[in-house]
Structures are given as structure tokens and as C-alpha cells.
């Protein structure tokens, strides 16, 4: 089971730039995909971006194209979210994740390495 780690959480207004970044130790991280999630106060968490275990495949939900890019270094066994343009609608506790993949599956579905979280507050 391998152990994730978030950080780069923090208050901003809306319109600032944020970078989430999660250091993932305890297994091959090459062989995981990888995802960012978030839950909002009183809201049921969601995905947000998943990527695979090369990098070279991407999901974002339909919230935040053009806004978040996920990325990842491997020789680095990091996992970022950039987050642009941040709205207020933003604001939720952000978790990392990622699932063992065998092959090209990076979905945000069956997930089953969780990090603790780190918040994000975007005011108006």
C-alpha cells in the first residue's frame, strides 16, 4: 500500500493560482494512476483529474478543463495539480489517489490510496 502525502493547500482569492502537489512513497509509483478528488462541505466528493502512469493520458471533470492541468513526475514519485482561475465554487478539501494499473486504466473510478487532504479556500 503505498502512502500520499499533499501539500500547497492554502486560502487565495478568486482569479489567484494554486499548485497541489503530492509525494507518493511505499510502492512503484510509476505503476499507479493517479488522481486528485475533492469534497466540499456538505457535497458528496468528486473527481476532479486523473492522469495515467506514463502522463500521457488525462481526465478532468467537466468543472475544470482549461483551468487544472494534472501532471506527474515520475523520477520524482509526485503527482501536481496546477488550478488557474480559481473560483469560490473551488473551495473543498483536496484529496490525492491512486489505484495499481496494469494497463492504461486511470478513470476516476476504484481508487484505493487515499491521502489525508489539504485545503483549499477561495474567497470573492
Known amino acids: 500500500q503505498v502512502q500520499l502525502v499533499e501539500s500547497g493547500g492554502g486560502l487565495v482569492q478568486a482569479g489567484d493560482s494554486l499548485r497541489l502537489s503530492c509525494a507518493v512513497s511505499?510502492?512503484?509509483?510509476?505503476?499507479?494512476?493517479m488522481g486528485w478528488f475533492r469534497q466540499a462541505p456538505g457535497k458528496e466528493r468528486e473527481p476532479v483529474a486523473a492522469i495515467n502512469r506514463s502522463g500521457g493520458s488525462r481526465y478532468y471533470a467537466d468543472s475544470v478543463p482549461g483551468r487544472f492541468t494534472i501532471s506527474r513526475d515520475n523520477a520524482k514519485n509526485t503527482v501536481y495539480l496546477q488550478m488557474n482561475s480559481l473560483k469560490p465554487e473551488d473551495t473543498a478539501v483536496y484529496y490525492c489517489?491512486?489505484?495499481?494499473?496494469?494497463?492504461?486504466?486511470?478513470?476516476?473510478?476504484?481508487?484505493?490510496?487515499w491521502g489525508q487532504g489539504t485545503q483549499v479556500t477561495v474567497s470573492s
Open positions: 511505499g510502492g512503484t509509483f510509476s505503476s499507479y494512476a
Open positions: 489517489a491512486g489505484k495499481y494499473s496494469s494497463g492504461n486504466d486511470y478513470y476516476p473510478r476504484s481508487y484505493d490510496s
